[in-house]
């Protein structure tokens, strides 16, 4: 497969994947679905990109030691979101998934997080950013930073569009972010009261409360595009 990122030669794997490598790690509960997802809408998978220390020429990370790049070609012009997250805690290094479906582009990325069940160290998958309907070429994604932790952080502000140095910004930037859309339901929720309320005075009443939960929004939002690269 083309290096279709232009990242340097050195990070380049370019093999297949066979699908039963992910459902095969798959718990007795996961592997049907898994197994019926992956059979049903993928066309193949490569294993295209490992980033890592010796690949990129940088120092080790704290907490990210390698980032896999996996190029997904589906089936289909549409494609479903949800068991990917499945699939990214079953992998054991940071992913990014590159999603090819009816001539357009998607960039995937999970903030994962190792937690503790029953005893055992699993991944669990946070947030999904989705970057949609990208153009493929040298300036989708750039490798910036001295090491692994850096490296993770850049390809994470970049798709996600929030620029955060370290998991704590990110974090708290995704908190931020999950409010206003919060808040951006609960005007929706009101305007629809407000056409259907016969009553003058309840609708003014009404106004009042979006009016200060669009003032809120201005404030979060202005905390957000502080660092916000988009």
Known sequence: MDNVLHFPLSTIVDKNVPKNAFFGRASVEQ??????????????????????PATLNVEDGEYVHEIDVFYCRMKEDKYCIKPFSVMDELLPRDTIFIIEYGGKFDLLMHYKEMSVVHG???????????KRDIRIDADTLNIQGQSMDAVYNSLLSQISGLSASTKEEYKELVDIR????????????????????????RQMELNTEVRQL????????????????Y
């Open 120 to 130: 055992e160290q699993k991944w669990k998958c946070g947030v999904g950013e989705l």
């Open 178 to 201: 999950k409010q206003i859309e919060s808040i951006q339901k609960q005007i929706l929720m009101l305007q629809k009261r407000i056409k259907a309320e016969k009553q003058f005075n």
């Open 31 to 52: 592997k049907s679905t898994l197994k019926d997802f992956l059979t049903r809408e993928f066309e193949s998978i490569v294993w295209l990109y490992k980033l890592a």
């Open 214 to 229: 669009r003032k809120e929004i201005t404030l979060l939002t202005d905390k957000l595009n502080k660092n916000n690269i």
